[in-house]
Every structure is written in structure tokens, then in C-alpha cells.
């Protein structure tokens, strides 16, 4: 009954000679999709916060604690071999799937939050010191800002911001007017959560690149929407969550060239990130190993692993294009309801449509449309720079994925319809 | 829908489009302010007390419906209280829109505030309708220092 055969291995993100899925089949593989909510059928359009699950990755936890639950790298006895080798193949899924180089390159983390702060306590303390700049954007996520904010206090660097325009979009010659000897980083999300727009990365990397400065891509929303290829965008770290893209929350990964890993200290000390302790000194193992001290997230890795084969069996390009149909035809259904507009037209967008209607607060939109069924998140998106920069307090966001459908759009816009009644539109 | 309206009730967007006492009190003798920074919702509530009593009060501020109406309804609710009074009346708010969820509500009559007994069925909304009296309550607390000090 599944949408798709995720048995296969998976193939690198981007191939599309796939045909066209049956969306129907595969939105049907997601149990969580099939509830009603208030005695509404559920309309779940907050998949910039987090994914649901299909049924193979919840298959592939249960399988996993059926039959392959032990601690890696530790037993020497089958068990323990058995999940080793399941944990060590999701490795090798993830690369292929970002077109990372070597599967040791890909550190595991519990989400796109803690990698930036393992770079920001690794590289940054490292590498940045007092006068040095630390160059971010408007739209950054506030798990791209604050890192950086403690490091700033620690050594005495500095933050500089790429200003945008109301479009949402980055102003580029702002960006090359920013750029100097001092910028040590540049960190910038790949795709902004609040309002959809997707950053030229590739430019903004080769420029800091040619400032002399390293460059963190947080990946958090693009990942999940778009054929990623790291190698492609020429960062330095790219990070991002697996809970966005169909896996289990707490997974997530980081990903830096090994010669980059290897010039870094250890983050956290602990079992698994050793080589030999003694009281007087340790040496520390090997990339990855030397990131991921004590036992890891097991089940997260491999509901990331069945979460990638699940992902890349349809194939991230018809993710991509179904994706902007639908945010499409959700921007239409909000610029239908009278008094709404949307908040971040960028010419590049995925996946996010933020709005808000004339009079009426955003908190009351999503209370109205929860009781017609429909989670819409409200609020400023963990993004208030980017509330602050357009003058709002907060925004209501219609955020989609490829197993929403058309049907949905017209719910929306009826919801909305509804919330304009209330208000005596 | 009767549910919706248990929240959005006329009374309640009356006072969102038509806040009362939606003013600075230049001479406030207590004032402070109360954020719900995850909704972008900011407040400033001005009280002047003659002796024990609530001479005036105003709010301004940005927030949802039930934040707004919450606040407007509140000044003209407290208008001549004394401050034992108004916390007082806190306290009960505060057990009526706190109650378990689907309880209907039987403590003692709050009036026109009994217009509120809905917001216990939407849990996360308690913050928006307890914003304005909280920040009241800080304000008679803080007394002349918050008014000073901002
Ligand atoms: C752009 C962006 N960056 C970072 C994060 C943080 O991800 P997590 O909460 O999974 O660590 C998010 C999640 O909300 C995000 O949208």
C-alpha cells in the first residue's frame, strides 16, 4: 500500500528519471495525515516547524528496537556489530544524498540547532577572536543568531547583518560592502522558515570565499525541499535537521570537508570520541567519531536513514516541483480571502507562505482555522529580526509539503473565509 | 461554530476594534509593561491611585483580539477599585480561565468579565487574556519605582 518502494538504495537526490508518483498513494503512507481534528479532516500545513512521518520510518524504528538494539562501536558481539552497521550505513545514505565527498564528513547531531553550535564552540573559538566579524542575514533563524551572539561575548567578535529588501529578499551589494579581512564567517540560511525565500547561496559563498572567510549554510529548511548538493554550493559547514524531512526528532546532521573537521578540537568529551585516556592525556579518535561523544541517537539515525531512501525513492526533484504547485495555489487561496496579503514575495521561494490579514491578529487566524481543522503556526517564526525588519509583530504561516494536496489550498482559503466572518469582515 | 463564538463573542470584538481606555496616563502613579514575546504581543498598562483607589487606568499596546479586548475590559472593570480589590478580582479571573477544559464555570459571578469563562478551552490563549492584568498586577507591585525607572 505504500506511495512509494523505499526498499531500493537510495539514489543520489537529484536523478529524476522517475515517473510522476501517484500523490494520492504516497500522501497515504502517512498515518498522522489521516485523522480527523474537532471532527475536521486534519489539514496539516506547518511542515516548515516539522514533518510528519510515513509509515517505513516508524516501521524502521520498531524493526530497529525489534531486532538490532545494542550500543555501536562498542560490543564485540553480533547485536551490537549488526547496529554498527546499521548506524554506519545511514552515514553513507546521508552522503550520497548531500553529494558529500566521504560519508565520514557527515557528523551527527541532534538537529540543525546543535550542529551551529558545535561549529560556533569548535571553529569559532578556534578561528575567531577578538575584531573579527561574523557576517549573518536578516532572515536567519534564531539558531543561527544566537550561537553566535555567546561566541561574540566570549571573544569580543563581532556581528555584521546582510540587510533585505520588503520582498524578503538579501540585498547582495549590501553583502559585498560588508565583506573584508576581518570577516572570519559568513552564516547563512539556505531557505529563511519564516518567509520562504531561498538565498543564492552559491554566490554568497563564492564571495565570502573570496574575502578569505569560511561559510556556514544553515540547511534546515532546504534540505527537505529541494535536491541538495554540497559540493555544489561550495560551503564549508552545511547543517541541517532530519525531523523536517520525514525522520524522528533529535537527528540531525553536520557536514564540513574532513581536512576542515580534522584542523578542529573535540566539542563535547565522553565514550565513543576517544582513542586512548589516560589521566594525564587523551587522544582523540577519528572523524566522525571525535563529534559524536557518548552513545548517539541510534533510532534517529536510522529513521533518518529509512527517512532518505523514503525521500530520494521519489526523487527530490518532483518533491520540488509538486512543492511549488502547491505553495503556489496556497498563495492564491490567501490572496483570495479579502484584506490578506502575503509577507515575503521573493522571486526564489519554497515551501513557505507567510500572511496576514488587514485588523485581524495573527494569533486569531490560527485559534479560527485550528477549530476548521487546519495547523497553521502563527507567531514570529523563531525569526523576529525578520518581523522586525517588515514592521510586524507576527505573521501566520501556511508552510507545505509534497503529501499536502489542492484540496487542501481550497480548505485554507475557506478557513480564512471564515476567520474574516468572525471578524465581521 | 458555538465554540469559536464562546471566544470571539461580540462583546469581545467590540473592544478589539474599539478598545476602551486605550490611553497614556501622563501623570500614572504606577505603570509597567507585559510582552508575550512569542506572540509579538506588548502592552503598557498606566494606573493613577488616589490613595488606595484606582483613580484611572489605561492600556496601549499591540496584541490579538483576546489580549485587547482582555485589557480594555479590565480598566473598566477596575475604575474605583481599591488595590486589594483588583487583585482580588485577578485571582478569580484567573481561576476561571485557568479551569479544566470542558468545566463549565461555577465560581463566584465576575460580571461582565464572565464573558472570559471560554478562553479555559483554549489553553494556549490563557497568556493572551491574562497579559493586561498581569501586567496591572506588576504595576501596583512596582508601584512608583516601574514608573520611574522606564
Ligand atoms: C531555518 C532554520 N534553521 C534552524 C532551525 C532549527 O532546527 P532544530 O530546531 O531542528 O534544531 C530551524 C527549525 O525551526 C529552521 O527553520
Known amino acids: 500500500m505504500s506511495g512509494v518502494s ?36 486534519l489539514v496539516y500545513l506547518d511542515n516548515a516547524a516539522t514533518s510528519q512521518k510515513p509509515q517505513v520510518v516508524i516501521d524502521a524504528l520498531r524493526q530497529y528496537y525489534e531486532q538490532h538494539n545494542a550500543n555501536i562501536h562498542r560490543g564485540v558481539h553480533w547485536l551490537s556489530e549488526q547496529a554498527t552497521i546499521a548506524y554506519e550505513g545511514v552515514r553513507k545514505k546521508v552522503a550520497r544524498f548531500i553529494n558529500a565527498p566521504d560519508p565520514r564528513e557527515c557528523v551527527f547531531v541532534r538537529g540543525a540547532t546543535e550542529g551551529i553550535n558545535l561549529v560556533a ?18 532572515l536567519e533563524h534564531h539558531s543561527n543568531i544566537v550561537p553566535w551572539q555567546l561566541l561574540c561575548e566570549e571573544t569580543g567578535a563581532k556581528i555584521r547583518v546582510i540587510p533585505m529588501n520588503d520582498a524578503g529578499e538579501l540585498l547582495m551589494d549590501e553583502y559585498a560592502k560588508l565583506l573584508s579581512p576581518k570577516t ?10 519564516a518567509l520562504g525565500t531561498i538565498t543564492p547561496i552559491k554566490r554568497i559563498a563564492s564571495m565570502a570565499k573570496a574575502a578569505g572567510a569560511t561559510v556556514l549554510v544553515d540547511g534546515a529548511q532546504a534540505v527537505p525541499h529541494q535536491p541538495v548538493d554540497v559540493r555544489d554550493i561550495g560551503a564549508d559547514f552545511y547543517i541541517f ?33 576517544i582513542s586512548t585516556v589516560s589521566f594525564e592525556k587523551s587522544t582523540w579518535a577519528e572523524v566522525p567519531a571525535k563529534f559524536e561523544a557518548g552513545t548517539p541517537n541510534i533510532e534517529g539515525v536510522v529513521g533518518l536513514g529509512a527517512a532518505i531512501d523514503y525521500l530520494s525513492a521519489i526523487c527530490m526533484d518532483r518533491i520540488a516541483a509538486r512543492e511549488k504547485i502547491l505553495l503556489q495555489a496556497m ?66 504561516r501556511a508552510s507545505v509539503a509534497f503529501y499536502n494536496t489542492l484540496e487542501e489550498a481550497a480548505a485554507l482559503e475557506a478557513a480564512l473565509r471564515k476567520v474574516v466572518e468572525v471578524f465581521g469582515g | 461554530m458555538s465554540d469559536l463564538t464562546d471566544l470571539y463573542g461580540e462583546v469581545i470584538l467590540d473592544h478589539c476594534k474599539k478598545p476602551r481606555n486605550f490611553r497614556l496616563i501622563p501623570d500614572a502613579t504606577h505603570k509597567a509593561s507585559g510582552a ?109 519605582t516601574t514608573v520611574s525607572t522606564e
Open chain 1, 6 to 41: 523505499a526498499k531500493k538504495e537510495a539514489p543520489a537526490a537529484g536523478s529524476s528519471s522517475r515517473p510522476e508518483p501517484d500523490w494520492a498513494a504516497v500522501r497515504a503512507d502517512f498515518p498522522a495525515l489521516r485523522q480527523s481534528v474537532r471532527g475536521k479532516p
Open chain 1, 121 to 138: 564552540q569548535t571553529f569559532g573559538r578556534k578561528r575567531i577572536g577578538k575584531g573579527d566579524e561574523i557576517v549573518l542575514s536578516t
Open chain 1, 184 to 193: 572570519k564567517l559568513v552564516a547563512v540560511t539556505h531557505v529563511s522558515n
Open chain 1, 241 to 273: 535537521s532530519g525531523h523536517k524531512m520525514c525522520a524522528p526528532t533529535g537527528i540531525g546532521v553536520a557536514w564540513a570537508p574532513l581536512a576542515l573537521w580534522n584542523s578542529l578540537p573535540p566539542w563535547q568529551g565522553g565514550g565513543d570520541m
Open chain 1, 331 to 396: 498563495e492564491a487561496a490567501i490572496l483570495r480571502v479579502s484584506g490578506a496579503r502575503l509577507v515575503g514575495t521573493a522571486k526564489e521561494k519554497a515551501g513557505v507562505a507567510s500572511f496576514v490579514i488587514e485588523g485581524i491578529h495573527p494569533h486569531d487566524i490560527g485559534t479560527i482555522a485550528d477549530r476548521e481543522g487546519l495547523a497553521l503556526r502563527t507567531g514570529h517564526h523563531c525569526a523576529q529580526p525578520v518581523m522586525t525588519r517588515l514592521g510586524l509583530p507576527a505573521t501566520a
Open chain 2, 36 to 144: 508575550n514575546p512569542l506572540c509579538g504581543d506588548h502592552i503598557q498598562v498606566y494606573l493613577k491611585l488616589d490613595g488606595d483607589k484606582i483613580a484611572d487606568i489605561g492600556f496601549l499596546g499591540n496584541g490579538c483580539a483576546i489580549s485587547r479586548a482582555a485589557a480594555s475590559i479590565m480598566t473598566q472593570e477596575l475604575i474605583g477599585k481599591t488595590k486589594l480589590e483588583a487583585e482580588e478580582l485577578f485571582r478569580k479571573y484567573h481561576a476561571m480561565v485557568t479551569r479544566d477544559m470542558g468545566k463549565p464555570y461555577e465560581g463566584e459571578d465576575l460580571g461582565k468579565l464572565a464573558i472570559f469563562a471560554g478562553v479555559a478551552e483554549f489553553p494556549v490563549r490563557v497568556k493572551c487574556a491574562t497579559l493586561s492584568w498581569h501586567a496591572m498586577e506588576a504595576a501596583l507591585k512596582g508601584g512608583a
